[in-house]
């Protein structure tokens, strides 16, 4: 059974940083892509990040300079790295297997002074 589990989300002031987790169980991890979405209130869930089986990093252009993202094969985990944290970066932050259903519950990152 594929598990992916996020953690590490909370309340932060602008300019602030936050690290997310997601640790994922029941997959080959490492054959696998791994990609971060958010969907803030009342909007989409949106593609933020995305790293490949080479641990090469894509970004949404808003987030680029950034969010880090990270992978450890050796842990089955992937992480977000965010700086410089802005209000409408306000959302739940969700883990996903590239290209397949499997979802993390998400964590919320809330953006606020």
């Known amino acids: 059974q594929v598990q992916l589990v996020e953690s590490g989300g909370g309340l932060v002031q602008p300019g602030g940083s936050l690290i997310l987790s997601c640790a994922a169980s029941?997959?080959?991890?490492?054959?696998?892509?791994m990609t971060w979405y958010r969907q803030a209130p009342g909007k989409q869930r949106e593609f933020v990040g995305t790293?490949?089986?080479?641990?090469?990093?894509y970004y949404k252009d808003s987030v680029k300079g950034r969010f880090t993202i990270s992978r450890d094969n050796a842990k089955n985990t992937v992480s977000l790295q965010m700086n410089s944290l802005k209000p409408e970066d306000t959302a739940v932050y969700y883990c996903?297997?590239?290209?397949?259903?499997?979802w993390g519950q998400g964590t919320q990152v809330t953006v606020s002074s």
């Open positions: 996903n297997v590239a290209n397949t259903p499997y």
């Open positions: 029941g997959i080959d991890f490492s054959i696998y892509g």
């Open positions: 790293i490949n089986t080479r641990s090469r990093p």
